[in-house]
């Protein structure tokens, strides 16, 4: 309504230019009631009416067009009480939606008298209205209307336009509905109210929280309604917790009802909706899950764990066929057993809440770091970085009654997490969808394509015959497929970095060189007894180290450092030298994401909750110099301070001209001294 004392005249000189012609609105404001007495509430009908084939805005006018708007001018005393917009029909055009009136529009305005008003005077009320109106193109335009009353004026006579009007006028839902966001969808429940109706629509209030173009559905479950919409993807800001708008619900009758609802966002678990089981898509999930299953064990990340099962299949194909058999069922249980734990794990996420999918592991970032630290030590040990015997293989069969092989199985499922096959994606949502048991069964479908070919070297024969033999190549093969490990590690550790920022990259790699440099002590140490002793020391280092690790990068304590965590300042010498001049403690880090000095400080002291308390406390102002790029500004800075390099801590006191260089390794008793006079 602001609008209206900007742009008005603008409108009014644009309308009276361009329609030489009568202009495809006319609007007029009419009474519900030709008298009014003090105190006394009544409605003004603001009646819009467009040329056949035209239509107008509704408040919310959807992907174009602007909302009819207006402001009233009333008599000293009145006050606007409320305003009531009639509901919306939905006009589609081209992948785009407007809300809007094709034919009458009769806006409602709610007036109330002063507590005193002279009798038998007569009282003018003006209406300045804007609009927009399409057809085959869209023209903006303004319109004055005047309604009158006379106070004290009894008249029993009520217009029926206002009558009429009200019978267009969505009801007040009183209870709010609960509403849940999913991605990209929104999920409103409807209110139990509500009679049997064919179809729903909402209208919102607010062009941004759903997208105007997407159609609406409604699913039913356990006896209850819900509309489902495509959340507004150009959101500039999260979805806020409420918001209202109409609901126009259309009945098996061709009856029309309306009703103005209000959504807050629910915080109980939101409903399931199982598909509708039918035998064929049941039959088609299944075939593609084996499919992708199968194809599984062609993914870089999982062919090279493959082959602990392949070399001790070729060393071993001299053996009995039963023997065979034997092993092949037990990676075959391994495997299905850790597809259905995967699975049950998803049903168990799904059912408190949580929306999870294949690889949802990799969503938690002490998982991502334990897989990359385990890829790249199963790459040592194919490189032979470390000789536990004469083949990795071996120590498999040396592990009895089969169930070396059953932590094969295992062992290809956890590295598969990474991976998605072709066919996997469309079979785990027709799962993920489905009821518990459907879930399941495509889970195990997966877990049978995937041990397929092993299955078939165990219970045919003829396949094992078609193995080359053994010889030299298998120890120069598996030596090459470390390569494929040592780039799983890499990305995974790369996805980290995403995760968690700098500090958890630099955090993966120092667990992989730690890895490195215990696997290589412990392969000298099989060599020569004389460093077995100082071998386990390394490996029960390595086992702390990276259980401390993964502690640090877990996302509740990430989430509470960085709450607790120093607020710096973007360095500006201006701004340095403005609290300078108003004698306030200045403390400036020098500091780049590559220097792994600089990281330790600030995980160490810098940006611990002790350190923000300090600097708060004391009043510090903390500025930070980020040299993580060449920045010129900051390399004359250091060179000022006669340094090439960092890291570089430096302090101005109250009233100092000079500045306090810190030492490059901090403590927080550093930082407690010098600011001790504070």
Known sequence: MKRLLFIFSFFLFFSAEAFSRTPPVTVDLVPQKSGIFPEEKMYLALRLKPQRGWHLYWRNSGDAGEPVDFRLSLPEGFEQTEVLWPYPERFSDEGMAEYGYGKDAVLLIGIKAPDYLPSGKKLEIKADVIWMACKNECVPGASEAKAYLTSGMKDDYENPLIRDALAFMPQKEETPVPFWEKGDVLILGLPASLEAFEKAYFFPYSAKV?????????????????????????????????????????????????????????????????????????????????????????????????????????????????????????????????????????????????????????????????????????????????????????????????WGDFGTGVLAVVVATPCAAPFMGTALGYGLLSPAPVTLAVFAFMGTGMALPFL???????????????????????????????????????VLAAQGGSFALATGIVCLVFAGFSVWLCGEAAKAPELKIWGRGALVCFILLTAVSLYSVSPDVQTKEDVLKTSWLPYQP??????????????????????????????????????AELFRSKGVAVFYADWTERDDGITRALESFERGGVPLYVYYAPHARDPKIFPQILTYGILEDAFEEL
């Open 210 to 402: 759903a997208d105007h173009a997407a159609e609406q559905y409604i699913k039913t479950t356990q006896g209850k309604a819900y509309l489902f919409l495509k959340g507004r993807s150009e959101r500039d800001k999260p979805l806020e917790d409420t918001f209202s708008g109409t609901l126009v619900t259309h009945g098996r009758d061709g009856s029309v009802k309306a009703f103005d609802i209000t959504a807050n966002r629910a915080k109980e678990v939101a409903p399931e909706f199982p598909l509708a089981f039918r035998w064929l898509d049941f039959a088609g999930a299944l075939i593609l899950a084996f499919a992708g299953g199968f194809l599984l064990n062609l993914m870089p990340c999982v062919f090279p764990v493959l082959s602990l099962k392949a070399f001790k299949v070729v060393s071993s194909a001299k053996s009995n066929a039963r023997q065979i058999k034997k092993e092949s069922l037990f990676y075959t249980a391994g495997v299905l057993v850790s597809f259905l734990s995967v699975g049950g794990a998803l049903l168990a996420f799904r059912a408190a809440g949580t929306e999870l999918g294949w690889g949802f592991q990799l969503q938690y970032p002490p998982f991502v770091l334990f897989l990359s630290v385990f890829m790249f030590v199963l790459g040592l040990l194919f490189s032979d970085a470390a000789s536990f015997g004469e083949t990795i293989s071996s120590k498999s069969a040396a592990v009895s009654s089969g």
């Open 456 to 494: 078939m070297l165990g219970f045919f024969p003829a396949f094992a015959r078609m193995l080359p033999k053994p010889g030299a190549w298998m120890v120069l093969f598996r030596k090459f497929l470390a390569f494929p490990l040592y780039g799983a590690s890499g990305w995974l550790l790369w």
């Open 574 to 611: 201006e701004k340095i030298e403005e609290y300078r001049n108003k004698n306030v403690p200045v403390f400036i880090k020098f500091s780049a994401d590559w220097c792994l000095t600089c990281l330790l400080n600030d995980k160490a002291v810098l940006n611990t909750p002790k350190a």
